[in-house]
């Protein structure tokens, strides 16, 4: 019977060790969830003041597409970011800045990616800066949106420069002689249902002078 009591203990020691690590392991958890929950407050906190950063920065690329851009800002808990919606004849193009914790929100991610379709030219789709919760840069985050929104707009104006994208896209200027980009025309003519593309005023003005002439 002793051998058999001393099993009975040492069976009683394991499921009280057990208990104690199931006891350990939830207040972990509990001080876990705690704090990153304290971290969320503080990634609000945080992003609240970098509103002075991105905002004028997001706001001076809209402008300067006027028109030709929808943007739609999204905020999410734990989450911000704008869509770009850019109009061009030549291809759908799809701009996204978004900032968000990693998972244990001890770091900012900031992200770009740019999704343009049909995509017939190489382009950086895709980038990512992380800061430090406790260590964010706001002068570096600055420049980090300088830097992509510098691309961006070098990738707009390369995309309407390509070959292969204004295929189909390309007008003559019937007195110039001249092929430029439909877009690009100075001044345009109905003739007959057909519309007549001219690269300035000069040239319309020159062309209706000879239809004149011919009556």
């Known amino acids: 019977m002793a051998t058999l009591s001393s099993l009975m203990d040492r069976i009683d ?3 009280a060790a057990a208990d104690q690590r199931v ?4 207040t972990q958890k509990v001080e876990e969830f705690q704090g990153r929950q304290q971290r969320l407050e503080q990634f609000g906190q945080i992003l609240k003041g970098l509103r002075e950063v991105w905002r004028p920065r997001l706001e001076a690329l809209a402008q300067k597409f006027g028109e030709r851009v929808d943007v739609q800002p999204h905020v999410e808990p734990g989450r911000r970011s704008a869509s770009f919606a850019f109009q061009s004849d030549l291809a759908r193009i799809d701009l996204r800045f978004a900032v968000a914790p990693d998972p244990d929100v001890r ?3 900031f992200s770009y990616d740019l999704e343009i379709i049909p995509i017939l030219m190489k382009v950086d789709s895709h980038d990512e800066t992380e800061f430090p919760l406790d260590a964010v840069d706001k002068a570096a985050i600055g420049k ?5 929104i510098v691309s961006f707009v ?4 390369s995309l309407h420069e390509n070959q292969y994208y204004l295929k189909g896209h390309m007008v003559e200027d019937p007195i110039a002689k001249v092929k430029f980009p439909k877009y690009a025309a100075g001044a345009t003519l109905d ?3 057909k519309t007549l593309y001219f690269i300035d005023d000069s040239t319309l003005r020159e062309f209706q002078a000879k239809q004149s002439a011919k009556k």
Do not use: H, M, P, S
């Not at 006891?23 to 939830?26: V, W, Y």
């Not at 980090?144 to 992509?148: A, K, M, T």
């Not at 070098?154 to 104006?157: D, E, F, G, S, V």
């Open 144 to 148: 980090w949106f300088d830097d992509r």
């Open 154 to 157: 070098k990738t707009y104006l």
């Open 13 to 15: 020691a394991e499921f």
């Open 23 to 26: 006891t350990q392991l939830k």
């Open 191 to 193: 003739v007959n249902g």
């Open 107 to 109: 770091t900012l991610v």
